[in-house]
């Protein structure tokens, strides 16, 4: 069992950065694939970036955040963060994160789920 908190979100400019993290509480958290999905409201959840277990070198990104958002983890801390660079109002949304024994990458089939947080980008 894997339990996910996200927290960093808030109101911020377009151009502005945040940096979102989600804390993981549960045993073997190295092991996990991770992911951050967010979803706007009247659409549905959208895939933004994902991260391999143990190592973290490989990463994959929506192409609509590539070159602006980075996906990392801290093993040591059970923790995975999304920094989020030059913000735009589009990346308004609920913010999730996600993880998974197996790779999911950009399908929604992530085993936990946080809560989500919310991110809003004012123009």
């Known amino acids: 069992q894997l339990q996910l908190v996200e927290s960093g979100g808030g109101l911020v400019q377009t151009g502005e950065s945040l940096r979102l993290s989600c804390a993981a509480s549960?045993?073997?958290?190295?092991?996990?694939?991770m992911a951050w999905f967010r979803q706007a409201p009247g659409k549905g959840r959208e895939f933004v970036a994902a991260i391999k277990s143990w190592t973290g070198d490989t990463t994959v990104y929506a192409d609509s955040v590539k070159g602006r958002f980075t996906i990392t983890r801290d093993n040591d801390k059970n923790t995975v963060y999304l920094q989020m660079d030059s913000l735009k109002p589009e990346d308004t949304a609920v913010y999730y994160c996600a993880a998974n024994p197996s790779p999911r990458w950009e399908i929604p089939q992530y085993e936990f789920w946080g809560q989500g947080t919310q991110v809003t980008v004012s123009s």
């Open positions: 549960g045993r073997a958290f190295v092991t996990y694939y």
